[in-house]
């Protein structure tokens, strides 16, 4: 079993429509969880971070964490085209001494 | 200008070769981190360094080789390169600071290529 498990897409909405990107982990002493966006040939970015149980929203985002589940996703809502991208989501389980990384979703966003 | 730097960004070279590639941040972050990424298999690390004086193999440490010689600059090294090297290779930084969660900011990344 994958450390951090994401599937893989690619994930496909039309633009104005809510996108949502799932994430499962296996470390359940994990504490910080992350989602990284990466475009094409780029390096990736931090978009959110979560560290309690509930949500966090950053205007068109929201993450979402579940640590009894160990399920993390984000939502993007008014998905643009702008927005196609490797969604990738880190989840850091050694108290700051590595974060492991999905190998990505990857999203399209048609106009 | 760049927080996070890497040199070069795009490098074809033989098996066989030595490769340094180089890595300088101005964030004044005391870690940094090599993640190789490769086609459906995410980002992996290679070598970290939480300071100057402390670095540490990740999972793939094989092949490379590290050398931290400042806090800002942080080198990674394929003395012999092989094929399957052929990858984007990408330099990290985070602050050690508890508070920032090691919340991870990447340099542009570079393309080797092993022939």
């Known amino acids: 079993q994958k450390e951090v498990e994401q599937n893989s897409g690619p994930l496909s909405v039309p633009e104005g429509a809510i996108a949502s990107l799932n994430c499962t982990y296996s470390?359940?002493?994990?504490?910080?969880f992350f989602w990284y966006r990466q475009y094409s040939g780029k390096s990736p970015e931090l978009i959110m971070s979560i560290y309690s149980n509930g949500d966090k929203e950053d205007g068109r985002f929201t993450a979402q964490l579940n640590k009894a589940s160990q399920y993390v996703s984000l939502l993007i809502r008014d998905s643009q085209p702008s927005d196609s991208a490797t969604y990738l989501c880190a989840v850091d389980n050694t108290g700051g001494f590595k974060t492991i990384f999905g190998a990505g979703t990857r999203l399209f966003v048609k106009a | 200008d760049a927080d996070v730097t890497q040199t070069p960004r795009n490098r074809i070279t033989k098996t066989g070769k030595r490769i340094m590639l180089e890595c300088s941040q101005t964030k004044g972050h005391d870690r940094m981190y090599w993640y190789r990424q490769d086609p459906g298999l995410g980002l992996r690390l290679i070598y970290y360094s939480f300071d100057v004086k402390d670095i540490n193999k990740g999972e793939i440490s094989d092949g490379y080789s590290v050398s931290r010689q400042a806090q800002a600059k942080f080198s990674l090294s394929l003395e012999s390169a092989i094929p399957n090297q052929t990858a984007l290779y990408f330099c990290?930084?985070?602050?050690?600071?508890?508070?920032?969660?090691?919340?991870?900011?990447f340099g542009p990344g570079t393309r080797l290529t092993v022939l």
């Open positions: 470390d359940r002493v994990s504490q910080s």
């Open positions: 990290a930084t985070s602050d050690k600071d508890p508070s920032s969660y090691n919340e991870q900011f």
